[in-house]
């Protein structure tokens, strides 16, 4: 029996000269218990289509079709009605937990507050009810929780709250949009398991929007494939990725980065923005096996078998269906680094942010020790609040260390953190999580580009030069020069930021989470172009991310993080071939691309800890799956584990190694 019933949607937003036709003619259906994901690129509809099921849509909004949910026309509701809907039949978890969830409030009176106004139970009850969600989300300190500000927890546990928010009247179609985004690898795992449960518990359907097919493929029954408002095709999971027939379904897949280091598939175009209703394929600039009869209609979603769903006037067979990956490793391990003289030397390194407020401060960095080689791509992973991020705004400067010291031959000066020192901003460049924001809104493309030059007083024939030589390289039309960044999309924006940090030739790039927030089409273009022009300049890049896989096809060396700490660092291959430390291999074990299959055989982290107590031993205490009890009590340094290969484990160092039989576990692999 099917949960949700979409017929025939289509939904026009925006004022008449700028109207946008969002969704054109969707059908969608999804059964009792069914996880179903819908995957496809920014602009695709995604969103729409779920504030179209939760009544959320603008006023203005043209709205036409059938959404039936639990059998309830949710079109035809009056007002009052949507506030009963929104909850107790459909409810959604949105992305951006932090910013969804109030500020001001504790979680408990959020959650308590929830339930009384759905199911008119009395105080008591409703907060007996809270813990019972709390926990099962997986959070095991409720007291602590419900008393907690939303700003107290992290990013993970957000996530878990906004999920129980929207099973707390156990709605019978959970939709859950993009729940993962900007989560690390071991997050991402928990959060899925914790939408698929409920599906299983309360034999609900969900619905889960994501641009990350490889995550949801692990839990979805069923992939629709959405582009540019329609669905282009659909079918059971494991089919949709091993036989891909329409032409978009098999160019977001070959644009997912893969643990094989090997190149991501990367095409030219993007999505249309459709003013008016197709007529046509909307995909026919972007496909390369274009018939005249996709240029004379639209084609319709036909049933190729009971799962299987194609709209696609000239689809792949099974023979070309198969991909076709590039072969070339693009890995760099095998260039030859020259580690005698480090570019940078960092010492003891702390950063802690201040508390406000009365609150205790945070120690996001804590005595960090690290070189940076000339020439090197060096990967920084960990997840969110591991200090990955904050130590690359202490490597451009644009923080400053509260102790320690960075020394590097760039400056030829001991102390490296004041960002009003000049040599800083010519040498050290940064490229940010979003371009959009971080770039000033009132310069236009061509300004913004060439800023970094000013303090080079070059003749302006110099500035154009390099201005043209930039913007091929990036591959920034010309077109875009006169543009403001609000009216560049993500990928057009990401491409200025890069232009800016390499028009000055630096000697280091540091690259924060470059594309986490693009989808998987546009990010394989970034990567493409990251990686062409550091292998054809002569600059040295520090590349931040959660994204495991492209990290590999990235870099040379990679240190993992863990709460302000390294604790494992090394060649890349090495390191991820052989994860040595309980985080790398727990991490590693979490990470899902499309060519990874089941996850490796290492052991899982235990639940995190929403609220730290405070210990002196190894910060993975208390998570560690393999712990002692002396691991409590004693920090833990960066030994030497093999060649080029450290780790920061007792248990798991040769040197120092209290227990074997993690060690030749290891090396039997
Ligand atoms: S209908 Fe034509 S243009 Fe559209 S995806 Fe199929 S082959 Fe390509
Ligand atoms: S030192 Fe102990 S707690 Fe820390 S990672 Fe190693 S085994 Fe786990």
Same mark, same amino acid.
């Given at each position: 029996? &099917? !949960?949700?019933?979409?017929? $025939? ?63 309830? +026309?949710?079109? $035809? ?15 959604? @978890? ?71 928010? @929207? ?28 939408? =698929? ?15 990350? !097919? ?8 069923? /992939? ?92 792949? +067979? ?57 020439? $090197? ?58 371009? !959009? ?30 201005? &043209? ?7 920034? +039309? ?23 940090? !390499? ?22 273009? /970034? ?13 040295? =890049? ?43 291999? @727990? ?10 299959? $089941? ?9 995190? +800890? ?60």
């Amino acid at each position: 029996m &099917s !949960i949700l019933d979409i017929q $025939e949607l289509c939904v026009r937003v925006g004022a008449a000269e700028k109207e946008v036709f969002a969704i054109n003619g969707v059908n969608l259906r999804i059964a009792q218990g069914e996880v179903h994901a819908l995957v496809g690129e920014t602009g695709a509809g995604k969103s729409m289509l779920a504030k179209s099921i939760m009544r959320l849509l603008p006023e203005s909004a043209h709205v036409r079709g059938k959404i039936f949910v639990g059998g309830i +026309d949710c079109l $035809e509701l009056n007002a009052k009605e949507v506030t009963a809907y929104r909850g107790s039949v459909a409810s959604i @978890a949105l992305q951006n937990p932090r910013s969804s969830l109030s500020a001001t409030r504790t979680i408990g009176d959020q959650l308590i507050d929830r339930i009384s106004s759905q199911s008119r139970v009395s105080k008591a009850s409703a907060r007996m009810e809270a813990k019972n969600l709390l926990e099962s989300v997986g959070i095991s300190d409720t007291h602590r929780t419900l008393k907690a500000f939303p700003h107290q927890m992290s990013g993970g546990m957000c996530q878990r709250i906004m999920i129980a928010l @929207a099973i707390s009247s156990k709605p019978r179609l959970l939709i859950a949009d993009e729940p993962t985004n900007s989560l690390d690898a071991t997050l991402t795992e928990n959060i899925l398991q914790l939408i =698929s449960d409920y599906a299983k518990r309360e034999n609900a359907a969900v619905l889960i929007i994501s641009h990350d !097919i490889a995550s949801v493929a692990t839990i979805s029954d069923r /992939i629709s494939v959405l582009y540019a408002g329609s669905i282009v095709e659909q079918n059971a999971t494991a089919d949709l990725l091993g036989d891909p027939r329409h032409p978009y379904t098999r160019m977001l897949l070959d644009s997912v980065p893969k643990m094989d280091g090997l190149a991501v598939f990367s095409d030219v175009g993007s999505m249309p923005i459709l003013a008016k209703y197709p007529t046509d394929c909307a995909f026919i600039s972007r496909c390369s096996r274009a018939i005249s009869t996709c240029h004379e209609s639209k084609p319709a979603l036909v049933a190729m078998s009971d799962l299987h769903s194609l709209a696609c006037f000239n689809s792949l +067979d099974k023979e070309n269906a198969v991909r076709q990956l590039p072969t070339f490793p693009l890995t760099y391990s095998s260039r030859e680094i020259e580690v005698k003289n480090p570019l940078l030397s960092l010492k003891s390194l702390t950063f802690i942010y201040k508390g406000r407020f009365g609150t205790k401060g945070f120690k996001a960095l804590d005595n960090l020790d690290l070189e940076l080689y000339e020439g $090197e791509n060096l990967g920084i992973v960990g997840e969110s609040g591991s200090g990955k991020s904050t130590l690359g705004r202490i490597l451009s400067g644009l923080e400053k260390a509260s102790s320690g010291e960075i020394k590097g031959v760039v400056l030829k000066q001991k102390l490296f953190h004041d960002i009003f020192q000049e040599p800083i901003r010519d040498e050290i460049q940064m490229v940010f999580q979003d371009p !959009i924001l971080t770039l000033d809104p009132k310069l236009e493309v061509n300004r913004s580009i060439v800023e970094p030059l000013l303090r080079l007083k070059l003749p302006k024939v110099s500035v154009e030069e390099r201005l &043209s030589k930039v913007i091929t390289d990036v591959r920034v +039309d010309r077109s875009l020069l006169s543009r403001r960044p609000r009216s560049l999309s993500g990928g057009q924006a990401q491409r200025v930021g890069i232009g800016r940090a !390499i028009i000055s030739n630096p000697k280091i790039i540091v690259f924060d989470e470059p594309t986490s927030q693009l989808d998987v089409t546009t990010q394989a273009q /970034i990567l493409n172009v990251i990686r062409e022009n550091s292998k054809s300049k002569d600059f040295t =890049s520090v590349y931040i991310s959660h994204d495991l896989a492209t990290v590999k096809s990235i870099c040379d060396r990679v240190i993992v993080m863990y709460r302000g700490k390294i604790v494992e660092t090394g060649p890349v291959d090495q390191v991820f071939n052989n994860p040595v430390h309980p985080y790398t291999r @727990a991490m590693l074990a979490s990470v899902r691309t499309l060519d990874s299959g $089941e996850n490796r055989e290492f052991e899982a982290l235990l639940p995190e +800890d929403e609220f730290l107590t405070p210990h002196s031993g190894c910060n993975l205490f208390g998570r560690c799956p393999v712990s002692v009890a002396a691991c409590e009590r004693t920090g833990q340094n960066l030994l030497k584990f093999e060649e080029n290969h450290f780790v920061a484990c007792s248990k798991s160092n040769p040197e120092t190694s209290v227990s074997k039989p993690n060690i030749s576990e290891r090396e039997s692999k």
